[in-house]
Each structure stands twice: as structure tokens, then as C-alpha cells.
């Protein structure tokens, strides 16, 4: 059973960075196809990132495109998402998630495997 734990979130000022961890526990996280996810209060949650299994393609939404960068450390069996110039309106639970199928998707359906969720807050 594969698990994943995020980690990294926090407060930050307007134009500040983060970096989000998801450590994969019970296999190799080149098994996966792995996606970013965040939801904010009251709202749906929405794709922010992509990675293929290899890590060499990335697929970003157009809100993030430029600013987030998804990547992956295979030794360490963990997922990355480094984010810079963060906006108030990046305020959300970050969630990471797996999908077997291995494309890069950004429908939340896709992925059969997700975290509990960090809480990224954006001061302005």
C-alpha cells in the first residue's frame, strides 16, 4: 500500500517561497505518474502540477505556470514542489497524489493515491 506524506507548508509573505515535500512510503515513486493538487475554503480543488514517472515532462496550470516548479529526488523516494512569487490567492491546502497510469493528468480522477494535505498561507 503505497502512503504519502507532505510536509513544507507554512505562513509566507506575498513574493516569498516554499518548498512542499511528499515522501512515498511502500513503493518507488518511479512508479508513478505524481500531481500537485490545492483546495481552497470553499472551493474545489484544482490541479497545480505534473510530473511524468521519469520526470522529464511537467504540465502546470496556467495560475502557477512560471512560478512552481514540480520535481523529484528518486533517492529519496520524495516528490518536490518548489514555489516562488506566491500570491495570497495560493493560500490553500496543497494535497500530492499518485496515479498509476502514469500520464500526466490534471483531473484529481486520475490519481488513485493521496497525502493528508499541508496548508500553504500567503500573507499580503
Known amino acids: 500500500q503505497v502512503q504519502l506524506v507532505e510536509s513544507g507548508g507554512g505562513l509566507v509573505q506575498a513574493g516569498g517561497s516554499l518548498r512542499l515535500s511528499c515522501a512515498v512510503s511502500g513503493r518507488t515513486v518511479s512508479s508513478y505518474a505524481m500531481g500537485w493538487f490545492r483546495q481552497a475554503p470553499g472551493k474545489e480543488r484544482e490541479f497545480a502540477a505534473a510530473?511524468?514517472?521519469?520526470?522529464?515532462?511537467?504540465y502546470y496550470a496556467d495560475s502557477v505556470k512560471g512560478r512552481f516548479t514540480i520535481s523529484r529526488d528518486y533517492a529519496k523516494n520524495t516528490v518536490y514542489l518548489q514555489m516562488n512569487s506566491l500570491k495570497p490567492e495560493d493560500t490553500a491546502v496543497y494535497y500530492c497524489?499518485?496515479?498509476?497510469?502514469?500520464?500526466?493528468?490534471?483531473?484529481?480522477?486520475?490519481?488513485?493515491?493521496w497525502g493528508q494535505g499541508t496548508q500553504v498561507t500567503v500573507s499580503s
Open positions: 510530473s511524468s514517472r521519469s520526470g522529464v515532462s511537467t
Open positions: 497524489a499518485a496515479n498509476e497510469g502514469g500520464g500526466l493528468r490534471n483531473g484529481a480522477a486520475f490519481y488513485e493515491y
